[in-house]
């Protein structure tokens, strides 16, 4: 059974950093054509965060361009998201996705969340 299990969340101050790492089971990484980084903050809806294809083209949403750091390991098997200069607006549950699109060998996996708390 294919696994996401995310790590790294947790209380920081603004204008702390904190890094997220995505560990998968098997070659997911190596199959997905890309894995993001999606968030939900209190009363909002899942949003892009960042993401990365296996040519390492990455892309950011507008609210973390330039703060967020979105890179894979070289076993490909553990996905990071860097996040510095955090601010409250941060606040959120994220989540790692890593998707496939392919008629019959496609999929689309999830982590289960972990919380970041930006706060004083």
């Known amino acids: 059974q294919v696994q996401l299990v995310e790590s790294g969340g947790g209380l920081v101050q603004p204008g702390g950093s904190l890094r997220l790492s995505c560990a998968a089971s098997?070659?997911?990484?190596?199959?997905?054509?890309?894995v993001a980084w999606y968030r939900q903050g209190p009363e909002k809806q899942r949003e892009l965060v960042a993401s990365?294809?296996?040519?390492?083209?990455?892309n950011y949403s507008d609210s973390v361009k330039g703060r967020f750091t979105i890179s894979r390991d070289n076993t490909n098997t553990v996905v990071y998201l860097q996040m510095n200069a955090l601010k409250p607006e941060d606040t959120a549950v994220y989540y790692c996705?890593?998707?496939?699109?392919?008629?019959?060998?496609?999929?689309?996996?999830w982590g289960q969340g972990i919380q970041v708390t930006v706060s004083s």
């Open positions: 996705n890593a998707e496939r699109q392919a008629r019959v060998t496609g999929f689309k996996y």
């Open positions: 990365i294809t296996q040519d390492d083209y990455t």
């Open positions: 098997g070659r997911v990484f190596s199959l997905a054509d890309a």
